[in-house]
């Protein structure tokens, strides 16, 4: 048996954008192995890529179009299944305008040339399409209104830190390759400390772990920016670097720390010497993506900007207040697509937005790289908006709870069979996504699918180039820098040449003044409501990306982690019912004494159709800022019974 070695990158939406050895024998993929010379995978791969095998080879990977024909779907051929589209496209254009027509393109794939579907409908139209942000909305317009971008330090500048601040951040989970420079830094020195009211593995590495109330971190944040001024260890430049000081100190001072201790329920102790690191660095803060899925999502972490520039340590290597590297940043992104639209559907309001639409309503939904239905809140509602949709088209590689719903579903390529470009939004590495095998018959690869469905609809000049040449148009702005394509190719992952090891060194942020713009008022919080005493956290784990599971039988049914106080009487495996005040799932009770005991933990994402699917609990609504998803905030019960 002939076997070789091939490289791609892993194009799914985690921050560390692995690369990948894959061993290939007689046309399949038999190993997978992190690329050794990859300086952030550094040789291994998380737990669900490197069972990916499992889905690659799955029965029900779809390998062709497939429509609806009643309850059921029957295969079709590609170009039967595009003149279908095309057909129903144009006349629901001509009878009702471009704003009929829907296009939601989610993260399932990272892939910069999924913007052809954004390029195929701005043309097509402009056409309806989503704003807001359900991954990263707050803290990334957090960031963009104190600091001016939403970007970090090099990741390798941790190495120059005393202290480490893994403020909600479980890397163990969602960003494994940080554990390794996390242990490095440790080796040299550097303290780690953990803020998370949920205890997971990444408490077992830190020197010391605090569990605040949940909600709380916004309490703990404003009780250091006042301990920090009350022990003078403001940095001196703060005043000219800083806008809005004043407001900022009237803010942490308007209540005592004893209140703010007992709103975070943490005690003065340990503020203290929590304002004590930041006093004493190079301190850095990486700051976990759950935090801000809050209604005060955007107020928590612009908090926590606050403190790292009144310190200092945003401007200082081995410091900085990281949230998002930023992945695009590299790439020439509007010469594939503007972000134009005729009208826009606000992404966790999905179902709301789509059923009220008028005037004229959507009839037409396209879904690219996503599963709307397990993965936005308020499930049940998102499903029925699509249901009740007359055209709905989805481009995936499996029937999941949002294709099930579709009239026609097309195939698309594995992340083994992808051909593309990658950034990473946890280290600044741009790599190459190259196809280790080719897709089966009749799966396109996407640019190429939007290039033959323009045909049929009269925009074929707008989809003239291939995908090299796209890579190439993409790559133009760093392509002097040493991050040209024959670049990638031959070096593998290559830095950004245009990020900085220290993003502030010069004092200066990128606001239109160059000073961190202090967060001076808070949103209003939300309490839990009458019997409902849990908090619901509805976390990632290990062993899935959101509502894909990698391991076999894994995900085949779901549980609630709970400390047992939280559930007197019951027994460890006992089915309970998690209810919140918008709907319920069955759960396999398991038990955790280092849980606090008003939490309760079930997987992200899960099987809307399975009643699996957390968000089926959790009411539609945005964040402060950005128009993210307050996932967290949803407060749940557990009843035992049939």
């Not at 779907?73 to 001509?94: K, Q, S, T, W």
């Amino acid at each position: 048996m002939h076997s070789e070695l091939r490289r791609t990158t892993c194009n799914r939406d985690c921050p560390d954008a692995c690369g990948i050895v894959a061993t290939v024998a007689d046309g399949r993929v038999v190993d997978l192995r992190g690329d050794p010379e990859h300086p952030v995978t550094r040789g291994f791969l998380c737990f669900r890529t490197s069972r990916f095998l499992e889905r690659q080879y799955a029965p029900d990977r779809l390998t062709g179009p497939m429509l609806r024909a009643g309850n059921a779907f029957v295969p079709i051929g590609l170009d039967e299944a595009l003149d279908l589209a095309a057909e129903r496209l144009l006349r629901i254009r001509a009878e009702s305008g471009p704003a009929a027509i829907f296009h939601y393109r989610s993260g399932g794939s990272l892939g910069l040339l999924k913007a052809m579907a954004d390029r195929f409908f701005e043309h097509f139209g402009p056409c309806t399409a989503k704003v807001g942000d359900i991954c990263s909305g707050a803290g990334e317009t957090a960031q963009e209104l104190d600091f001016g971008v939403a970007d970090s330090n090099d990741l390798f500048d941790l190495e120059n830190s005393k202290h480490i601040v893994l403020w909600g951040k479980n890397p163990f989970a969602s960003n494994v390759h940080l554990v390794p420079v996390l242990k490095a830094a440790q080796r040299r020195g550097a303290r780690l400390w953990l803020i998370d009211p949920v205890h997971h593995k990444t408490a077992t590495m830190v020197d010391r772990y605090l569990q605040p109330r949940p909600g709380g971190d916004l309490d703990l944040a404003l009780a250091v920016g006042q301990t920090l001024f009350a022990k003078g260890a403001i940095d001196p430049d703060a005043a000219t670097r800083c806008a809005g000081v004043e407001e900022y100190t009237a803010l942490v001072a308007g209540r005592s720390l004893a209140q703010l201790a007992r709103a975070a329920d943490v005690s003065e102790a340990e503020i203290a010497a929590l304002a004590a690191a930041f006093a004493d660095g190079p301190t850095a803060i990486l700051v976990g993506w759950g935090m801000q899925r809050r209604r005060c999502g955007g107020a928590t972490v612009r908090a926590l900007d606050a403190i790292s520039a009144l310190s200092g340590n945003l401007f200082r290597s081995g410091g900085g207040c990281s949230f998002y590297f930023k992945r695009r940043k590299a790439f020439a992104n509007d010469a594939l697509a503007t972000g134009a639209a005729v009208r826009r559907v606000r992404e966790p309001l999905l179902g709301e937005d789509v059923l009220a639409a008028k005037d004229p309503p959507i009839r037409a939904m396209w879904v690219t790289a996503g599963n709307p239905v397990s993965m936005l809140p308020a499930s049940a509602r998102v499903a029925e908006a699509i249901d009740r949709t007359e055209f709905v088209v989805v481009v995936d590689s499996f029937l999941t709870d949002t294709a099930r719903r579709a009239d026609l579903v097309l195939p698309c390529p594995t992340l083994l069979e992808d051909d593309d470009l990658v950034g990473a939004y946890g280290h600044h590495w741009l790599s190459e996504v190259r196809p280790v095998v080719p897709p089966p018959p009749g799966v396109p690869q996407e640019a190429d699918l939007f290039a033959a469905l323009a045909r049929r609809v009269g925009l074929e000049r707008a989809f003239a180039d291939d995908i090299e040449a796209w890579k190439r148009r993409l790559l133009a702005p760093v392509a002097a820098g040493g991050a040209s394509l024959d670049d990638l190719r031959r070096h593998g992952a290559v830095r950004n040449p245009d990020a900085p090891n220290v993003l502030f060194a010069e004092g200066r942020v990128a606001t239109a003044d160059g000073r961190v713009q202090l967060i001076g008022e808070l949103p209003k919080r939300f309490r839990l409501p009458t019997g409902y005493p849990l908090w619901l956290f509805s976390n990632s784990t290990e062993k899935s990306q959101a509502s894909q599971w990698a391991g076999k039988g894994l995900g085949d049914s779901t549980w609630v982690r709970v400390h047992p106080d939280a559930a007197p009487g019951a027994r460890a495996g006992d089915l309970v019912w998690v209810e919140s005040p918008h709907g319920r799932l069955r759960a396999r009770l398991e038990f955790d004494e280092m849980q606090r005991r008003d939490v309760a933990i079930v997987p992200k994402g899960g099987h809307f159709d399975r009643g699996h699917s957390a968000n089926a609990l959790i009411e539609a609504v945005p964040t402060d800022l950005g128009l993210g998803a307050a996932y967290l905030d949803c407060g749940v019960r557990l009843v035992r019974g049939a």
